[in-house]
């Protein structure tokens, strides 16, 4: 038996965002019936790289692929693979937390850490998570098959070590003869039991933004 379930935060006043605080989420009533209109539109300003989102390589290199670029069967995967990896405050997973655990035929890397437990303290989640060294990136990138990780902290780079996050965004993204890895972060996985059967990254698509944010579906076997 198979169920279909939610990867991915409604976007909010709450949401947190990298550095710390929480990032403006400007709502604005356009029309509404209580104000004698014959229904309700409103208009939305957010960020890009806010909630669970996923940065494609033109987040750090300008001839990189848009997430326009992305047809759909490109963000489907049916070889998803989720791992277990405790970690604390400015943790960096390095090679040894991976090495020996991935599967070659993996498409879609997911690791559940517990950080997401953090998320409601906006400057402890946004300003002191944990993220990936460049050593694990570049590791990672010996998987052919691997097209697209995922996690449930706020970003790659964790704030506490600035440089090495930029690196590791660089060593995941780049178009260096091997194809670039998709970076989905801020994700919703605390309720992840099973095997996933299948995931779909669903984005906001806007011509010539580099990275959107998502909703992420995934059917899960129970």
Sequence with gaps: MSEWISLSFELSRNTPLYGGGQAPLHLKHVKSPACGDSCEVSEVMIQNHWGTHFDCPAHFFPDGRRVGDYSVAELIF????????????????????????????????????????????????????????EAACLYLRKFTNL??????????SSFLNRDEG?????????????????????????????????????????????????TVLARVSR
């Design 78 to 133: 049916t070889r998803v693979q989720w791992l277990e990896i405790p970690l604390s405050e400015g943790r960096l997973i390095e090679i040894a937390d991976l090495e020996g655990r991935l599967d070659s035929k993996t498409d879609l890397l997911l690791i559940k850490t517990g950080f997401e437990r953090f998320r409601e303290n906006a400057d402890q989640y946004g300003a002191r998570g944990p993220g990936l060294s």
């Design 147 to 156: 097209r697209a990780i995922g996690f449930d902290f706020v970003s790659l």
């Design 166 to 214: 930029r690196k590791a965004h660089r060593a995941i993204l780049s178009n260096d003869g091997r194809a670039p890895i998709l970076v989905v972060e801020d994700m919703k996985l605390s309720e992840l039991r099973g095997e996933i059967e299948e995931l779909h990254l669903v984005p906001l698509r806007v011509e010539g933004l580099d990275s959107a944010p998502c």
